[in-house]
């Protein structure tokens, strides 16, 4: 099948499940089917990805698209520039198809916060797929597309990994530049990667990971050739479990299927050994308040003057400003910068942000220490399976707890990968998160190579392209 035929096909397939899932808010078909024939058409036969549909979710600039962040105020906003990781992309010979669906701005874990309608599960319709990046992970999961680019601030990548039985990867912060991400809280904002294996994750890793002058928080650390690294030979490697994580808020089911892949894991030759992370009791009210923060300062630049969105009917610029941000905003962000403000605001900024921040640092000095004794920390991804729509709408703690097993690793900086490791007696994926030093994303592409090889899913979701 040629490059043209297979895109082609692709197209169809996303505008098709599209109409049931709402993982896409555009499908490119005019620039990809153009850049499917340019890349064909092409000389280079040794681009990495030559010819491979990717899916990029709508916070990461694209200038042949939209870039609304899932809002309205934004809406069909249109960058002069691409992100650097579309531009790497695009680069190796890969080919966007589309922007896919998000909570706003990337502040959810449901992907039910999007002013365009909220995503579903393809392993259950009247499930969420997790969020911010539900639409990433339903694209991948769906079989749409193989790989897909998300962003994560708190697990925003790992969560709806989980939830819909695929491979997403949180690399460590540095390693993929931020450039034309836009930001929600910048020290904890990172582009991820979906893929339906590690395989695929570690394909796109390869392109789009390195130092960009563009992105002063980038480092100038090796890329591995993650796709050659990856071995069934995980023999000897020392998995650390933090037994205190496993208790009170864990679904029973959840526990069971992370349990066993832990014998799993030593089935396979690793070694397990406990580990403590003291701190991490306090991870999900660090970040909260952290990402709040450099939210409401983030999100300052969203009024009405430069772009997007603007209100009408207003008589002066503050009520310009106040209508366009009160229109345009959905209740979640909102929340998060009136929360963002309070911790930020005279009085209260050394007894909530400040104080935050010196808890971050334990959390970082609790992964050092632990990493003293093993290669890498093995948690549930997340503390449930996809729960029903609508089920936490109304309860904000409940949803936020969605996150407990992930945000430590954005506060710390480090790698983290979530990899599926069964299915719940209701037919829902779980997922499994290992977590190593920063720069390992080598080692932990590698014992999710070696375990999806060994314990496959062995089951596909309800709705799905079909051969």
């Known amino acids: ?68 962040c899932g809002s309205r105020i934004l809406g069909n906003y249109r960058p002069q520039y691409n992100a650097t990781a579309v531009e790497k992309l695009s680069n190796a010979g890969a080919i966007v198809v589309g922007k896919t669906n998000m909570d706003e701005f990337a502040m959810g874990s449901s992907n039910e916060n999007s002013a365009f309608g909220a995503v579903k599960n393809p392993w259950n319709l009247a499930r969420v797929p997790g969020g911010s990046s539900g639409g990433s992970a339903v694209a991948v999961a769906s079989g749409v597309v193989r790989a897909a680019l998300g962003s994560e601030t708190g697990g925003s990548v790992r969560q709806p990994a989980s939830f819909c039985g695929i491979v997403g ?29 590690s395989e695929d994750v570690a394909k796109v890793l390869g392109v789009v990971a390195g130092r960009d002058k563009n992105d002063s928080t980038t480092a100038e650390v090796k ?72 939210a409401s300062s983030n999100l300052a630049r969203f009024d009405g003057v430069r772009y997007g ?67 890498a920390i093995l948690t549930p991804t997340a503390p449930t399976t996809a729960f029903k729509i609508g089920e936490k709408s ?30 719940s007696s209701e037919g829902l994926p779980i997922g499994l998160q290992l977590q190593g030093r920063n720069w390992s994303e080598n080692l932990l592409l590698n014992l999710a190579h070696a375990y999806e090889q060994e314990f496959p899913l062995g089951a596909k979701p309800e709705i799905s392209v079909t051969e």
């Open 1 to 68: 099948m040629t490059i043209c035929s297979e895109i082609e096909k692709i197209l169809n397939n996303a505008e098709k499940l599209n109409e049931t899932l709402n993982s896409f808010l555009t499908v490119e078909r005019e620039y990809a089917t153009e850049r499917a024939a340019e890349v064909e058409n092409s000389a280079n036969e040794n681009q990495p990805l030559r010819g491979v549909a990717i899916a990029v979710k709508d916070n990461i600039c694209t200038s042949f698209s939209q870039t609304s």
């Open 169 to 197: 990867l949180k690399p460590t912060y540095g390693r993929i530049s931020r450039f034309g991400l836009v930001a929600f809280a910048s020290s904890l904002d990172q582009i991820g990667i979906f893929g339906q294996t």
């Open 223 to 294: 890329v591995n050739d993650y796709v050659s690294e990856l071995s069934n030979d995980i023999k000897g490697k020392r998995i650390g479990i933090p037994r205190a994580l496993f208790g009170e808020g864990l679904d029973e089911k959840v526990r069971s299927a992370v349990e066993k892949s832990i014998e799993n894991y030593r089935s396979l030759g690793a070694e397990i050994v406990d580990v403590k992370l003291p701190n991490s009791k306090y991870s999900i009210a660090v970040y909260y308040i952290l990402a709040t923060a450099e």
């Open 309 to 375: 969105f603007r209100a009408e009917g207003s008589h002066d610029l503050r009520e310009m400003y106040m209508k366009t941000r009160e229109e345009g905003f959905g209740a979640e962000v909102k929340r998060r910068i009136m929360l963002g403000t309070y911790v930020l605001s005279s009085g209260y900024y050394e007894a909530y942000y400040a104080r935050a921040q010196k808890v971050r640092t334990l959390l970082k000095q609790d992964f050092s220490n632990a990493f003293e004794n093993c290669d």
């Open 394 to 423: 109304d309860d904000p703690l409940a949803m936020y707890l969605s996150d407990i097993y992930t945000c430590s690793a954005n506060l710390a900086g480090i790698p983290g990968i979530s990899v599926p490791c069964g299915l």
